[in-house]
């Protein structure tokens, strides 16, 4: 009896980590109709997020209060990654033919795998980021400020062309100079600012002389300044931020199993209940898993944007016609089921002691087969297939005998199991919420 507890309890923990994971799948595909097979790889993102956070400012440490920071770390890698996956690949191809996203999304989930691991050790790619985020930040906040239409479906590019011209003139200025010379001194630093403000006013005063009988909109000449000079001072910001704090770590080479930080109370020696033996780390998996659908299930039943997912869900151009925002809406599925598989590449962290650029891709497959088996589109029905899937894998790892059973074998019985329901129950154990549309 003990040892069927023992393997109730790995299953149950397995489970919900797959669970954790499968939620993002069901969540995108209930609102977009789209299997995003790089989930597996924001899954990974969120581990080495939380690793990337525990370098940065508590090295050494293993304070529990540092968990929530590198939950959040997790959190922020996690959502970035698939926010921009959301817009920069999916987002085009929104109506293309299935296969062209089906097959994006494998493209994604090669390319985010090997970036980790050629580019882990090498952080000098953060100063390219740096200045992305310095051009998104002095571009939407001159926008806040201009307080004018951007969005017209034929002018848009045109009316924001003075905006996007002053952050990319301020940064680029900012660009040639440390170029030029990696090492200012303090008091030529503010002097690059003002210049890069200027230059970047200028730049977009240009663009938008260049362009103004094309565009709709004319952007106010304070906001062009402000554009500018935020853009100028953020690319500054990061610059600093990589000079006094990125380099000075030694990041480990992805290329290997990584260690992942110990944290006192959910890791460390195991508990012992009734002859069962609970890893810390199993009873934060779980309840992780339990509060965050209980978190979800309030936000999409209780809120009014999760209502409005459920809107987009059942008919997204009828959604469209009432107001919601659609697009919008999307990007919040995907940032969802982001969150998730964060605090699930933690839980693997925290478990498994290591971490590598390759745990997403198995673990992703297992969670599909999760959502495949509750009901795809069905929340409920992946929290379901998700535990179901670890208890079967347990207990075939125990129960089975002679040479079809043992650890080795219990990716097998996953697949198996994914087979068994496809072929006899497609829709899943609980039935996939997907509204067919006209």
């Known amino acids: 009896m003990d040892q069927f507890l023992q393997q109730l309890v790995n299953g149950l923990t397995l489970g919900s980590l797959y669970a954790l994971i499968a939620v993002g ?4 595909y209930g ?9 597996g790889e924001v899954f990974m993102i969120g581990a080495f997020g939380a690793l990337t956070t525990y370098l940065l400012f508590f090295d050494g440490q ?5 968990l929530p920071i590198m939950i959040v770390g997790a959190i922020v890698a996690s959502v970035g990654t698939a926010v921009l996956m959301e817009r920069v690949a999916y987002r085009p191809l929104r109506n293309a033919p299935r296969l062209a996203p089906l097959i994006t999304a494998i493209g994604i989930s090669v390319f985010l795998q090997e970036f980790v691991r050629l580019f882990y050790d090498q952080p000098q790619w953060t100063v390219v980021v740096f200045a992305a985020l310095a051009l998104a930040l002095g571009y939407f906040l001159g926008a806040r400020l201009a307080k004018t239409e951007l969005n017209s479906p034929t002018t848009k590019w045109y009316d924001r062309a003075p ?3 002053a952050a990319v003139g301020a940064v680029a200025l900012w660009a040639v100079v440390r170029l030029v010379e990696r090492d200012l001194t303090p008091l030529l630093v503010p002097g690059v600012i003002v210049l890069g403000a200027l ?16 565009a709709r909109y004319q952007v106010k000449f304070a906001a062009i300044a402000e554009a500018a000079a935020i853009s100028a001072v953020g690319a500054e910001l990061g610059w600093v931020i990589f000079k006094s ?3 000075d770590i030694e990041w480990p080479s992805a290329k290997q199993r990584i260690p992942f930080p110990q944290i006192d109370v959910v890791s460390g020696a195991a508990l012992e209940a009734g002859g069962v033996t609970i890893q810390r780390s199993a009873i934060f998996t779980v309840a992780a898993l339990a509060l965050c659908a209980i978190l979800l299930w309030y936000f999409i039943n209780r809120t009014r944007l999760g209502r409005g997912m459920q809107a987009v869900s059942q008919d997204p151009d009828t959604a469209r016609l009432m107001g919601i925002n659609v697009d919008r809406i999307i990007v919040v599925a995907f940032a969802l089921g982001a969150v998730l598989a964060a605090i699930a590449g933690v839980s693997q962290g925290l478990q498994n002691n290591n971490i590598d650029f390759r745990m997403g891709f198995l673990a992703g497959l297992k969670a599909f087969t999760a959502a495949v088996l509750g009901g795809i589109g069905n929340i409920w029905g992946a929290v379901v297939g998700g535990l179901v899937l670890g208890v079967v894998e347990a207990m075939a790892t125990q129960y089975i005998p002679g040479a079809f059973g043992g650890s080795t074998w219990k990716d097998v019985w996953a697949f198996v199991i994914l087979i068994l329901v496809l072929v006899f129950r497609p829709q899943g154990l609980l039935g996939a919420r997907v509204v067919d549309r006209a």
């Open 245 to 247: 704090i990125i380099t």
């Open 199 to 214: 230059v970047g006013t200028a730049a977009g005063w240009l663009a938008g002389f260049a362009v103004r009988r094309n």
């Open 31 to 39: 609102i977009v109709q789209l299997i995003n097979f790089a989930h």
């Open 62 to 66: 293993t304070g529990v209060w540092i």
């Open 25 to 28: 799948y069901t969540v995108v």
């Open 163 to 165: 905006l996007i011209g």
